[in-house]
């Protein structure tokens, strides 16, 4: 093997590792939320980001009164979130942390990145 094959093989396989890097960092936020409740929420508010196009992030609130929680979702949409709409959340009440959950937020992440370092690693192993 030449110089640059051995390059080639150590940069692709450090390009392997990006989806397992991701998915790490996934995992671990929902890890803190392990111990969290599943609860309702309700649309109330939602904030638009320019990300390569319109992503339209929901302010959640649980609860009523002083005891409520108002927070912004760590994950958006494509589509306009409607105020009123109810949604499931994860709530740890001991750390005040919550999130939108749905299964696109909790799996989608991760198996794709799992798809996609299964696909590297096949390329990978087609080159070897």
Do not use: H
């Amino acid at each position: 093997m030449s110089t640059g094959d051995i390059l080639f093989l150590i940069f692709f396989g450090l390009l392997a590792m990006l989806p397992l890097l991701v998915m790490f960092l996934v995992e671990r936020r929902w890890f803190y939320l392990k111990k969290a409740r599943r609860c309702e929420g309700t649309v109330v508010d939602q904030e638009l980001r320019e990300i390569d196009g319109d992503a339209y992030f929901p302010v959640i609130v649980v609860g009523e009164g002083e005891g409520s929680v108002r927070f912004t979702s760590c994950f958006g949409s494509s589509t306009k979130f409607t105020p009123g709409t109810k949604v499931a959340i994860l709530l740890d009440s001991s750390t005040g942390k919550a999130e939108w959950y749905s299964f696109s937020n909790r799996f989608g992440i991760t198996i794709t990145c799992g798809i996609l370092f299964l696909w590297f690693l096949y390329l990978l192993i087609q080159v070897i």
